[in-house]
């Protein structure tokens, strides 16, 4: 005969326990869940401005790939392609290309993202004009800005504005 007669008078409290962890790490989980995607920065000031941060910079380095559409202000009200602004001081040689880059540190760059008097994303940090021969050889030529906006009126590939102005 087996006397086995087992009370589990503690078992109720112990389920209801477990529940609230359960509760409090679904909550809890959310909580991170909502506070990381409105910190990242695939998505962060998509509402305000149209655009997130990331695919600003990232509209606006795609820009400086084609150097020689870029406009260069000259002085107020005046712009002139890249290209034509250095074939007319001679510099260039006919075996170069030209090239904008950046010594801008990733954090720096990110830091520099700021919104203008407009309520539009503005980006300006210091580029280096170079002339690149066909052997590799880089040859830089002048520091200047490169002043970028994203525009959200503005339709398309419009939207997204560079010049290239004095004072690197």
């Keep these: 005969m087996s006397n086995s007669s087992s009370s589990s008078s503690g078992g109720g409290t112990g389920r209801i326990l477990l529940w609230i962890a359960l509760a409090l790490t679904v909550l809890l989980l959310g909580w991170v869940t909502a506070t990381a995607v409105r910190a990242n920065p695939f998505y962060s000031d998509r509402d305000a401005y149209g655009v997130s941060k990331y695919h600003f910079i990232e509209q606006c380095r795609e820009r ?3 150097p020689n559409d870029l406009p260069l202000m000259l002085g107020p009200g005046q712009t002139q392609s ?3 602004a250095v074939k007319g001081t001679g510099e ?3 075996n170069e290309t030209l090239q904008v880059v ?4 990733p954090s720096q760059i990110d830091q520099a993202v700021r919104p203008n008097q407009n309520g539009q994303l ?3 940090v210091p580029v280096m004009i170079e002339f690149k021969d066909t052997a590799g050889a ?3 030529l ?3 800005n490169m002043q970028c906006t994203y525009d959200k009126s503005k339709i398309g ?3 997204v504005q560079v010049v290239l102005t004095p004072g690197g």
Aim: hydrophobic share 40%; no cysteine; glycine share 0%.
């Design 102 to 105: 950046t010594n801008a540190t």
């Design 82 to 84: 890249l290209l034509t």
């Design 142 to 144: 002048v520091p200047v």
């Design 122 to 124: 503005q980006l300006q």
């Design 92 to 94: 260039m040689h006919d």
């Design 138 to 140: 880089v040859r830089p």
């Design 157 to 159: 590939n419009d939207r």
């Design 64 to 66: 400086l790939h084609a």
